[in-house]
C-alpha cells in the first residue's frame, strides 16, 4: 500500500477505534455507535442513491464490514469492495464477510487505484476537520463511475462536537460538493445531528 495521506489521522483513528474493536468484537460498537438503530439508519439513507443491487461498490472507511453485511441481507449481487486505513479493521471484516473483497488502502493516497459505480462512506469524517473531508470527497468522486454517497456529523445540532467530533457545516459541504458536480441530493431528515449527499456524475 503507499503512503497513508494523514499519518496523524490515522494515529487518531488508531487510537480511537482498535481499544473498541478489543472490547467489543465485531459489533456496531466497535465503530462506536451506541445505538445500532442509528447505525443502520445510515445505511438505510445510502443505498437510496439509486438502484444499486447489482452495481458496484466501493465502501470507503468500511470498518469490520457492517455495510456489506447490510447489503447482502438485502439481496445485494453486485462487486462490493470495502477499504479502510486500519488492517486490523480488514482483517476482522474478511474474517467475517469472506466472500467479499476487503483491501487495506487509503484512497486519498492511492488515486486511481479504485474504481466503482457508487462509492459510499459512513462515519468516517467526524475524526478529521473539514479540509481533510474535502479530500476525501474528492477521491471518491473520483473514483466514481456514477455517484457517490456519504454522510458526516452536522453543525445544524451541534451536540456532537460536545464529544470533541468534527462536525460539517452543511451549506459550506454544499458549496464544495458544488465544485465537483451541479448534480447533488441533500438529505438532512432521518437524524437531527447528521446528513447526507448524493453526488451525481450526470
Not at 487510537?15 to 467489543?24: A, T, V
Not at 475524526?127 to 466514481?144: L, Q
Request: one cysteine or more; a negative charge.
Amino acid at each position: 500500500m503507499a503512503q497513508l495521506e494523514s499519518p496523524e489521522h490515522t494515529e487518531r483513528v488508531r487510537s480511537h477505534y482498535l481499544p473498541l474493536l478489543d472490547k467489543h468484537g465485531v459489533s456496531s460498537r466497535a465503530v462506536d455507535y451506541h445505538h445500532e438503530g442509528n447505525h443502520l439508519a445510515r445505511f438505510v439513507i445510502l443505498a437510496g442513491i439509486e438502484d444499486i443491487r447489482q452495481a458496484s461498490i466501493l465502501d470507503v472507511g468500511c470498518g469490520v464490514g457492517h455495510l456489506a453485511g447490510w447489503l447482502k441481507e438485502r439481496g445485494y449481487e453486485g462487486e462490493y469492495t470495502g477499504v479502510d486505513i486500519l488492517p486490523e479493521m480488514v482483517e476482522r471484516a474478511r474474517e467475517t464477510h469472506p466472500d467479499m473483497c476487503f483491501e487495506h488502502a487509503d484512497i486519498i493516497a492511492e488515486p486511481g487505484r479504485f474504481k466503482a459505480d457508487y462509492v459510499m462512506s459512513s462515519g468516517i469524517f467526524h475524526m478529521g476537520d473539514a479540509p481533510f473531508m474535502h479530500r476525501v470527497i474528492a477521491a471518491m468522486y473520483g473514483a466514481c463511475t456514477k455517484g457517490v454517497a456519504f454522510n458526516t456529523l452536522s453543525t445544524w445540532d451541534g451536540t456532537e462536537s460536545q464529544r470533541g467530533f468534527f462536525c460539517a457545516d452543511p451549506l459550506e459541504t454544499l458549496a464544495f460538493c458544488k465544485t465537483l458536480t451541479p448534480h447533488i441530493l441533500f438529505r438532512h431528515d432521518y437524524l437531527p445531528h447528521d446528513f447526507t449527499m448524493f453526488l451525481y456524475r450526470e
